[in-house]
């Protein structure tokens, strides 16, 4: 008896800890100042957030300048090698989950609004706080893997599918993939957004569409 009370009880903070959101940050306040809007978009397996590069720059430190001309970033997080090759193949995703594996973020460049580039059903725009933006954002910047002159790390590809990938300090397993790390990311706006079994693209877009 005293087990089955122990583990209901991790259950109950391991479930909360997951879906609760930080304080009153979401909604914001209509009348609020500095409302910012994010986009998530959905591709084929896995997710990306996109948000206006200058209301971020001053919480990315790790992209300097780096893209500072454009008007939106679209980043997306995962396993080195699955997310850098020309072809992913079923080793190398075996890889990925069975054990903790090294991981980049791509950075995409976008120079018009998001809804010129993705579909109906392929992004979700959020109306997000200020102060929940800047936790968006510092907890994306924190994410990034810096040498010895606090620079990110370049990280070569054999997709050729635009922008750039950057070493990640954050290690990619079973229990955190893809688009885990995108709900993670998005919970940090206040969002209540669950990343438990968060696995899939299509998951973690209908989630949020339960709770906007």
Known sequence: MFGKIHILFFFFIFYFGCTAHFGNLYPPESSEAGIEKIYITKHTWHTG???SRKAANSYL???KDDFSNVNYLEVGWGDLDFFTAEKGTVGLALKAVLWPTKSVLH???LYNHPFGFFGEGELIELSVSKQGFINLIQHINNSFALDS???SIKVEDEINIGGQFYLSKEKYHVFKTCNVWTAKAIKKTGFPMA??????SKNVISRINRKK
Request: aromatic content about 12%.
């Open 49 to 51: 957030i996109i948000f």
């Open 107 to 109: 950075v995409m460049p």
């Open 149 to 151: 002159d606090s620079h």
């Open 61 to 63: 430190a790790a992209l």
């Open 195 to 200: 990343s438990t079994f968060a696995l899939t």
